[in-house]
């Protein structure tokens, strides 16, 4: 089949092209003939080389995946071939504590497809059936490829651990990125008000059309302070932080006396520095999230085909143009994801 393969770090031209054996479905497992593939900043991350990868090469990225089953192995029950699914991405032991309360996403062994596990950068892969969910007919395969991640990633930070309420303000950092525009999407579903802050005008706009109330570019001058005229002098409820190093503090500055500030990267960098007098003093809650539990993937889909979510997706490539997608998602010049097609 083919692959782009990942065989040591550096830049987007260390992803090559190459033909790889077709995997086979084994008991309990099934095999998805990938259609389309999305590229997320994790990708990035392990293509450049994170400290805790253990990783056998030639390794495959991706872990936002949509397809059909082709092979279904010994003992799989309520899925057969033909059927068009969506990849769950987060693999975990499924029978431990955590696990078994519906906490998957903290179970000790919890690994991501594309991260930890090889990926979907290919024709086809074999995975586990718990980690496939149906397609419902609404919708497209572009918009299922473009969604687990991100809304999953969003809704835990927003719904679960936020604990996002009607009539809250949400300041969304890095609304272009796909997990920016999943947490306006979701934000309005939660009726909350959602002030989007951007590196451009263009992506200003967009957000602007995706429902957000009032939009601010990220390098504003005296960016707190127009957080807090708009929240009527009392920052923001809530602030869906991703960015990292380089919005960091202004995150902080812009939260409300007992606001929340969720975080779940920092494609800009890790080591932010925090003044801890505007945490203790204010009373501010830092959250850190990763991922979701398997269900919510089944509730967002459910918001999916009844159209009040909808994913986002800037472009389509072929597969062989994954390094040109890393490259436009690093160079900030993407609204939404990039998806790919083997």
């Not at 987007?12 to 086979?24: A, F, K, Y």
């Not at 998805?32 to 994170?50: E, L, P, S």
């Not at 951007?198 to 992506?203: G, I, L, P």
């Not at 706009?205 to 109330?213: C, F, P, S």
Request: with cysteine; charged share 25%.
């Amino acid at each position: 089949m083919k692959a782009v393969t990942l065989r040591r770090h550096g830049g987007p031209e260390v992803l090559e092209l190459e033909d790889l054996p077709e995997p086979q479905a084994g008991p309990g497992q099934v095999r998805v003939h990938i259609a389309r593939v999305a590229v997320n900043h994790v990708d990035i991350w392990v293509r450049k080389g994170m400290p805790h990868l253990k990783l056998h090469y030639p390794h495959l990225l991706g872990a936002d995946i949509a397809g059909t089953l082709d092979q279904v192995g010994e003992g799989v029950t309520g899925l057969k071939v033909g059927d068009e699914i969506v990849v769950n991405p987060g693999h975990s032991c499924m029978r431990c504590r955590e696990c078994l309360s519906g906490r998957d996403n903290l179970c000790r062994h919890y690994k991501l497809l594309g991260e930890d596990v090889p990926g979907g950068y290919a024709e086809k892969i074999v995975l586990p059936q718990v980690n496939v969910a149906l397609r419902p007919r609404e919708i497209g395969v572009d918009q299922a490829a473009a969604a687990p991640v991100v809304y999953m990633t969003a809704w835990q930070m927003l719904v679960r651990k936020a604990r996002l309420e009607p009539g809250q303000d949400v300041l969304v950092m890095g609304a272009g990125s796909g997990v920016g525009t999943a947490a306006i999407q979701i934000a309005k579903l939660f009726g909350a008000r959602v002030i989007a802050a951007a590196s451009s005008q263009e992506k200003l706009d967009r957000a602007r059309a995706l429902g957000a109330d009032d939009v601010l570019l990220t390098d504003h001058p005296e960016f707190v302070r127009e957080v807090k005229r708009l929240t009527n002098k009392r920052g923001a409820d809530v602030v869906f932080e991703h960015v990292g190093k380089a919005t960091w503090s202004n995150s902080i500055l812009s939260a409300a006396w007992g606001g929340r500030v969720v975080t779940c990267g920092a494609t800009t960098g890790f080591m932010a520095e925090t003044d801890l007098r505007q945490i203790f003093f204010r009373q501010v809650e830092i959250l850190g999230s990763t991922m979701s539990p398997k269900g919510d993937l089944y509730r967002i889909l459910t918001h999916m085909a009844a159209g009040r979510l909808k994913p986002v997706v800037d472009r389509v490539l072929p597969l062989e143009q994954a390094a040109e997608a890393h490259r436009l998602i690093e160079a900030r010049a993407v609204f939404g994801k990039v998806v790919l097609k083997p």
